[in-house]
């Protein structure tokens, strides 16, 4: 593999204990490049400006996709990737939506190992960060004229960061969208694509300027049904059952909303994957039986929820606090991605 070092690190530029998100980026990066029908090997070059063509057809046309996953520093003295796999089939899904090559495991991860291990002083050491891994493809065919590109590049960046939102742990509020819709059964919102959060970007600054974290989305047929917030899944724990809206192509199959299933199923909790309404919401909260609402993703982990407004309508939940479900999850997932607690479900990738 071809590594070209940078001359001078920046990294001791950055203030480690007081990270945001997304907001710094590693010294090195990873780029392959497809033509002629493969995928070419990877290389690592420091990271910094590239140059493209202003016709490059994935300006006019939007065709490129992303993933984020992240590496943690264990107490073991290792480095552990969570759940790889299952983030790279998941690029590879949105890939045979945009008509965009697929990647091999191997050959990506392959990368991936020599592009953390190089820059592995970049993983905070400070409990609650990490290092995000933001692995992106676009098509890179100059021309104007909506037609599939020949030629794409793939390319690894890395982030130092905190908390992704500015609550931390502690629970967010959220409201309904009004007028707005993020997606429809045949549309892209269950590809991890650029165009999926363009259409979210005007409703979330709305919605924080009315003082909400972020915007809960309903379905786009008949406005009713939930579906996600633009950077998580969500899960709501009514009487003794945990309850999240269903993968039907138009929300995103979360590596943390998979993750969290499956630990409840293990602890023995009903989970149920179906339709849940706005209203279904508010009437269980009227009735005592919404014990906790939070969200999961790769970003925050997982994040509560402690206020929901919908139509001049407001329901408060578990009193604005963390519940003792939410706090669970997040304490098993993170102690799994920090090495601090045992793997039996093999979600970590050791390096």
Request: charged share 25%; net charge positive.
């Amino acid at each position: 593999m071809e590594i070209t070092r940078t001359d001078r690190s920046r990294r001791d530029q950055i203030d480690f204990d007081n990270l945001g998100f997304g907001e710094v980026f590693s010294d090195h990066m990873l780029i392959m490049d497809y033509k002629d029908g493969e995928w070419g090997p990877p290389r690592i070059i420091p990271y910094g400006a590239i140059e493209v063509f202003p016709a490059m057809c994935s300006f006019h046309y939007g065709q490129m996709v992303f993933e984020g996953l992240k590496a943690f520093h264990t107490p073991m003295g290792a480095i552990n990737i969570f759940r790889p796999q299952k983030y790279l089939d998941r690029m590879n899904r949105s890939c045979q939506r945009l008509c965009i090559p697929e990647v091999g495991f191997d050959l990506i991860m392959d990368g991936l190992k020599e592009l953390v291990r190089l820059d592995q002083g970049w993983i905070p050491g400070k409990r609650g960060y990490s290092l995000y891994i933001r692995p992106f493809i676009f098509a890179t065919d100059n021309f104007l004229g909506v037609k599939v590109s020949e030629t794409y590049r793939l390319m690894i960046i890395t982030s130092p960061v905190g908390a992704y939102y500015k609550e931390g742990i502690n629970p967010v509020k959220l409201i309904t969208p009004g007028e707005y819709i993020r997606a429809a059964k045949g549309g892209l919102g269950a590809a991890k694509t650029p165009a999926n959060y363009a259409a979210t970007l005007l409703p979330a600054e709305e919605a924080k300027k009315k003082g909400f974290t972020q915007v809960l989305w309903l379905d786009g047929i008949k406005r009713k049904y939930v579906e996600e917030v633009g950077t998580m899944n969500l899960f709501f724990y009514i009487g003794d059952k945990l309850i999240t809206p269903p993968l039907e192509g138009t929300i995103l199959p979360g590596v943390t909303r998979d993750s969290v299933i499956h630990l409840a199923k293990i602890w023995n909790i009903k989970v149920l994957e179906r339709k849940i309404s706005i209203d279904e919401i508010f009437k269980a909260s009227k009735e005592r039986k919404l014990k906790e609402a939070f969200g999961s993703g790769t970003a925050a982990v997982i994040s509560p929820v402690g206020e929901i407004h919908h139509n001049k309508k407001r329901v408060i939940i578990n009193k604005e606090k963390i519940g003792p479900l939410s706090q669970r999850l997040y304490d098993e997932i993170t102690g799994i991605q920090y090495g601090e607690k045992p793997d039996p479900y093999g979600w970590c990738y050791l390096i």
